[in-house]
């Protein structure tokens, strides 16, 4: 009766010996068995440490070891333990110049590195050695978020309070965006200005309120810092007081750049808008972002009656506008963001501004103009045909105060898939003045299962600080309408129909 798992037993046994043959076990040779993927990573940690040993005592070579160290901690593809035994060993270098190589490369792969471990094994070294060369490094990384790790528990975090005990994080923040530290890196990389956008995403979530960041923005002096960040705090200090916005993230920092830009089309725009702003009352100001100054640069030049209503009376005059229309709710997902779905305004009118409210009958009446709505159609026809991608692109008022529609079609790098829609970097410089952008969900003439933006959609409208739209195809009755902005609200507009031809 034992015969058969005995047997297993020999054969199991047999397999386990085949798994250890020689080509598998330490060599004997540090380095070699430092670098052979078939090893177990403790085996090669091990190596590590062994390897280290020979070069402190004279044994090993110092460069071959450093490279083949340096080599390890840069792969994604190498064991994390066994990255980190090699990132902690260069650093931990008694050498001067070989300690200093290694902090180099440590603020190379910050900004980029993705696993935890090895940002927490660099960050824990900075801060408890007060390397503050690597402040901005650990900025740009403390940036990206992190699922399922609290701000207040990042590694990046501990570090810079570690090494400015004496000041506020925001201090620290803020004092990064004045000077980046990339002045000698070559231009056309712009890590001065992706830093400065790093830090004013991050600054976004460690000031909710923006409070912190206006103060920040009023004591900076900008003769004080480099030629590049002169031109964003004037650019954040202009939009403050004009129009009393702070943006939130580093792209809605980008936008705020480009409109200060000095441009004889948005200095006109600058001089409308802030005399469209002038003319609010305190209350109608609540809740201002710079999303909404287009919208009301248009209403006070087309539309002042908007101006004289009350929060309320604009709630329920756009509650009678969107009853007679024809709705369709997104229903390919229940859940968006952590909750459920809901697109009425019955569900959002606690969330809607004054502004926000002026906003979406601006881009009601846009949508509805017939100009556009031909255009309109005219696209979707394009797009429904073009299996490669979404189509997508900006809505802005001209100078008669009509609308139109612009197309932006996506390169062929950004054509990902016939459900997503790329932003171009050639549309975001474009859109300084625009009213909002759109996208269009018409993979099929009738898609009403994705009336309304995506989870993605939401996050981009997020990111990008902008007022958003998107299109589906409902079938014959024509296309629903979705407007959506950057903290969740998604109002569903109703059905545009088909102009008739």
């Known amino acids: 009766m ?3 798992p005995i047997l297993l037993m020999v054969l199991t046994c047999g397999l ?30 091990s190596s590590a440490d062994q390897a280290w040993v020979d070069v402190l005592s004279g044994l090993g070579d110092r460069e071959t070891t450093r490279n083949a160290f340096k080599d390890l901690a840069w792969s994604p593809a190498a064991p994390v333990d066994v ?17 200093a190589d290694a902090r180099r490369m440590a603020m190379l792969m910050l900004p980029t590195e993705r696993s935890r471990t090895v940002v927490s094994a660099i960050a824990a070294r900075a801060g408890q050695r007060g390397w503050k060369e690597m402040t901005s490094a650990l900025v740009r990384s403390y940036a990206r ?27 620290t923040l803020f004092a990064v965006f004045l000077d980046p530290g990339y002045d000698d890196a070559p231009p056309e990389l712009g890590l001065n200005q992706r830093t400065r956008a790093d830090v004013w995403d991050l ?39 004009s129009f009393g916005v702070v943006p939130r993230t580093g792209d809605e920092l980008r936008w705020i750049e480009s409109l200060a830009d000095g441009s004889a089309e948005n200095e006109t725009w600058w001089r409308e808008a802030s ?9 109608q100001r609540e809740g201002l972002e710079l999303r909404h100054i287009e919208p009301l640069r248009w209403v006070r030049a087309h539309r002042p009656d908007l101006l004289g209503q009350s929060r309320q009376a604009l709630l329920q005059s756009l509650e009678s506008t969107l009853a007679g229309r024809d709705h369709f709710k997104r229903s390919a997902e229940k859940m968006v963001l952590g909750q459920m779905r809901k697109e009425r305004l019955a569900d959002w009118a606690h969330a809607l ?26 696209q979707v026809e394009i797009d429904h045909a073009d299996r490669t991608t979404e189509y997508g692109g900006v809505i802005e008022a001209t100078a008669d105060g009509t609308f139109r529609i612009l197309l932006f079609r996506p390169r062929v790098r950004d054509r990902k898939s016939d459900t997503e829609f790329v932003a171009s970097e050639d549309m975001i410089r474009y859109a300084d003045r625009a009213l909002a952008f759109y996208h269009q969900h018409v993979q099929r003439q009738a898609n ?25 195809g409902v079938g014959k009755s024509g296309l629903n309408v979705d407007y959506y902005q950057p903290n969740g609200v998604v109002l569903d507009l109703g059905v545009v129909a088909p102009p008739e031809r």
């Open 2 to 4: 034992h015969a058969r």
């Open 16 to 45: 386990m010996v085949s798994c250890t043959s020689p080509r598998y076990q330490p060599s004997g040779n540090a380095l070699l068995d430092l670098r052979n993927p078939n090893l177990r990573a403790e085996i090669r940690v």
């Open 83 to 99: 990255r980190v035994a090699c990132i902690t060993h260069l650093l931990d270098d008694p050498d001067p110049a070989g300690q």
């Open 145 to 171: 978020p992190v699922e399922g790790v609290p701000d207040e528990q990042r590694a990046e975090r501990m570090a810079l309070e570690q090494m400015y005990p004496d000041r506020s994080l925001a201090d």
């Open 203 to 241: 600054l976004g979530r460690v000031d909710q309120t923006g409070e912190l960041r206006r103060g920040l923005i009023r004591r900076a002096q900008a003769d004080d810092v480099s030629e590049s960040t002169r031109a964003s705090v004037r650019a954040l200090q202009r939009a403050l007081d």
């Open 275 to 283: 005399s469209a702003i002038d003319a609010l009352s305190s209350e």
């Open 353 to 378: 501004s004054w502004a926000d409210l002026v906003t979406i009958f601006v881009i009601d009446e846009a949508v509805r103009q017939p100009a556009l709505v031909d255009r309109l159609y005219q």
């Open 448 to 472: 009403p299962s994705h009336a309304g933006p995506s989870e993605a959609d939401l996050l981009f409208a997020a990111r990008s600080g902008r007022n958003c739209v998107v299109f589906t």
